[in-house]
């Protein structure tokens, strides 16, 4: 992987405030490759008592924009089918982990999986990115 992205990239989400909110951290990065990780926290929870799904689809769609913008390309997305599969409990580390499953000059397709540090499958998703095909404009601003 090219090391300007993948350094200008971990750079934003280090810096980007809505994630920062909720603790997710980037933990590996590849082309078409992502793998962040939150720990969720009391503000964080339903009125059920376990892990807000809105905080669970936060951590994959992180995982989602990383990945799909991992060849230097700006990708937006144009849609995400979540299922969730096991309620998330407080305390408990989550890892969402995206992977490219088909890229064309337009659109590419992403399988993500939430799991918690127990290995279970906590909510999984399908994603499409539409990708615009300019450079990120961080990597040309030198920001």
């Known amino acids: 992987m090219d090391e300007l992205i ?17 603790g997710i951290m980037l933990v590996d990065l590849a082309p078409g490759y ?16 376990t892990v807000h799904g809105g905080a669970i689809y936060s951590l994959a769609d992180e995982a989602f924009q990383v990945s799909c913008n991992s060849h230097g390309t700006v990708a937006v997305a ?15 580390k989550l890892r969402a982990e995206s992977r490219e499953i088909n890229r064309s000059k ?7 999986r939430v799991s918690d540090e127990r290995g279970t499958l906590i ?4 994603a499409l990115a539409y990708r615009k095909g300019n450079r990120l404009p961080f990597i040309n601003s030198g920001k």
């Open 106 to 112: 337009k659109t590419a397709t992403y399988e993500i």
């Open 34 to 49: 992502a793998l962040v990780e939150m720990v969720p926290a009391g503000d964080d929870l339903n009125i059920f008592g």
């Open 6 to 22: 993948k350094s200008s990239i971990s750079k934003e989400v280090s810096q980007e405030g809505y994630s920062g909110k909720l």
């Open 78 to 92: 144009l849609s995400v089918n979540m299922v969730y599969h096991h309620p998330a409990e407080k305390g408990l």
């Open 123 to 126: 909510a999984s998703c399908q």
